[in-house]
């Protein structure tokens, strides 16, 4: 019995020291206490299916990037909407487990007889994480937030107060989602038009009016939540989800706690998140965090193609699984500018010998043939990837068209295309086009290891075909600011991924139509530049009018023929994912795309 309460002793002795080193504490400060079970349960409470686990431990992750913002309506990174997550909660949430769309706030749902209205009914009883109820007054703040409109002093036109990527994506067929309280916990929101994807899209984060209203009004809205909020003032930001701020130390570390009024509980009614502290630690690069990982230092993490099999030789040492999760739902393409436009001195975004090349469908096939991916893949991941043939992954299941070209590494045939087009070769190799002008452009890429492995390549590739390419690097705000702003590239790369877990390709229609923002080869066009844009357009519109899923993925998958056809997108690849963690958690599932946390509140832990 002495032994065994020493044992006891010293485990509590370890926890303590891990807690001071965590938090960053000295002996004179005492870690956060953890409340849960002193608050009532809300009457609607969501009773999980998870199996029974206890509370407990500390559930600490690195971090490469550091939240830009507290405020989800103000643009950020990938990294920050994942940790909002952990905070805020919308109506309805994805579970990768059953690949269903669940109530969250919401209760329930009913669609209206003609498919053009949406009634929720919101849970009764919860409250914010300060303690203030929630109703469907903060559901209408929330889109108020987002849809609310003024003149514009210059043009005259009407613009959002607060624009937003939600703004346009709330745009349906061109008019504005109408929403209605009907009590304090039923909202009603009414479709100009029968609107496919409406449960993906109305997964927006439900924010309290009661914090934010005023800012809303005096208009310092996108200016509430930052991160110095965070630093200096943690219980300001409130939200419904499992955690809330206790302590953020830029460069270091944020502490999330339970949040005591937590809306989910456990079948014995235990209310959730089961874990006492989520920490996040913050590293300079994502080697360090798999490096921390691999080291018994981190509880999960995500762990690159290069780094499985170092990593995976540690897994019995330190007491982890590492899981393998296929094909990623990332995906990378480079592409060519075809900007039409000119700036402000009315000098055109490209010359015009370069527009020509640009726009020509056999160009731009003739490249994606001449580069070697699969010698990519090789260098850069070992071989653990996949070429892709589309901009929707193979990982996003029916949505992915399987019937597409390939354009295999083939450099004959990349010559043959170029010959097609009025190209030819000097004694020397290298290539001109039909009015004599040398082919030679410039690759604009990200600072960084792999971009710089994968621009080495192509640069080589297009060598070997004679084209001469320069590789120009920058930061990445310089790169977005030349391709979405002053237009100054010829071409260059990027990823395109979500930490979603659920697809719906309204997700990215501001790629896919000529209007949209992201339409990167020429972004927010009047009108469609060409003919095979206005078919894109049009199917966009027509697979978001219906509510058969068959229908809308046969829509989807023309849209992937054309754009595979006319490859405004030279597709890369999509890596091997892995993850990586601890042997000592329960409740985990892996999916196969999005964060592998997506159900925290329900992980703990018998080792705590």
């Known amino acids: ?97 059953s690949q269903t769309y669940e109530p969250a706030l919401a209760r329930s749902w009913e669609i209206g007889e003609d498919n053009k209205s949406y009634t929720f009914h919101l849970r009764r009883g919860v409250l914010w994480s300060d303690g203030s109820p929630f109703t469907a007054d903060d559901v209408i703040f929330t889109f108020d937030c987002i849809l609310t409109e003024i003149e514009d002093p210059e043009s005259g036109k009407l613009r959002p107060k607060y624009p937003s990527r939600y703004y346009k994506q709330y745009l349906i067929n061109g008019e504005k989602l109408r929403y209605t309280k009907v009590d304090d916990y039923t909202v009603r929101f009414d479709l100009p038009t029968v609107y496919g994807p409406f449960i993906y899209d109305i997964r927006q984060p439900i924010l309290p009016k009661h914090k934010l209203h005023a800012s809303f009004v005096d208009g ?26 206790f302590s953020y130390k830029p460069g270091e570390r944020l502490v999330l706690t339970p949040n005591p009024h937590y809306w989910k509980i456990d079948q014995s009614g235990q209310r959730l998140p089961y874990l006492d502290y989520f920490i996040l630690k913050f590293v300079s690069e994502s080697n360090t965090a798999v490096a921390h990982f691999a080291t018994g230092k981190s509880d999960a993490s995500g ?18 699984t590492l899981h393998d999760r ?66 929707i992954a193979p990982a ?3 949505w992915h068209n399987p019937d597409l070209p390939r354009y295999d590494y083939d450099p004959e045939k990349a010559r043959d295309l170029l010959r097609e087009s009025g190209f030819y070769w000097d004694a020397q190799g290298k290539l001109f086009d039909r009015e004599g002008i040398l082919v030679e452009f410039t690759l604009l890429l990200v600072e960084s290891a792999s971009f710089d492995t994968i621009g080495v390549t192509f640069v080589e590739n297009m060598k070997a075909l004679g084209l001469s390419v320069k590789m120009e690097r920058c930061d990445f705000a310089t790169l977005l600011r030349r391709t979405d702003d002053t237009f100054n590239y010829d071409m260059t790369m990027l990823g395109w991924g979500s930490p979603d877990a659920s697809y719906d390709p309204s997700g990215s229609k501001a790629l896919f139509l000529s209007s949209g923002q992201f339409h990167q080869w020429y972004p927010e066009q009047s009108e469609p530049a060409t003919l095979w844009e206005a078919r894109i357009d049009e199917l966009i519109g027509l697979q978001e009018r219906t509510l058969d899923e068959a229908v809308r993925v046969a829509y989807m998958h023309e849209v992937q023929a054309i754009l595979a056809e006319e490859l405004p997108l030279l597709y890369g690849f999509t890596p091997y994912g892995y993850v990586g963690v601890k042997n000592k958690w329960r409740n985990v599932f892996v999916p196969s795309a999005g964060t592998t946390l997506w159900n925290i509140e329900e992980i703990w832990t018998p080792e705590p």
């Open 396 to 398: 996003q299941g029916k």
């Open 326 to 391: 296929g094909p990623s739902s990332s995906v990378n393409f480079f592409w060519f500018n075809q900007h039409r436009g000119s700036d402000e001195a009315e000098k055109p975004y490209l010359p015009p010998h370069k527009l020509r090349w640009f726009t020509d469908k056999r160009f731009r096939q003739a490249v994606q043939y001449a580069t070697n991916r699969q010698g990519i893949i090789n260098a850069l991941l070992f071989g653990k990837g996949e070429p892709l043939t589309s901009i």
């Open 303 to 320: 762990v690159g193609a290069s780094d499985n099999i170092w990593v995976k030789e540690a897994a019995e040492t330190y007491g982890f």
């Open 220 to 245: 310092s809205f996108t200016k509430q939540w930052s991160t110095q909020v965070a630093i200096e003032s943690p219980e300001e930001i409130v939200g419904t989800g499992p955690f809330t701020i």
């Open 1 to 97: 019995r002495r032994q065994r309460q020493m044992c006891i002793r010293d485990r509590v002795f370890i926890g303590l020291l891990v807690l001071f080193a965590l938090f960053g504490l000295t002996a004179c400060v005492e870690p956060p206490q953890v409340e849960r079970a002193i608050h009532p349960l809300p009457e609607d409470a969501f009773v999980t299916d998870a199996p029974l686990g206890r509370y407990g431990g500390i559930f600490v992750l690195n971090e490469t990037t550091q939240p830009t913002t507290f405020n989800p309506q103000v643009p950020n990174n990938v990294s920050t909407s994942v940790l909002l997550t952990r905070l805020l909660t919308p109506l309805v949430a994805f579970d990768p487990s």
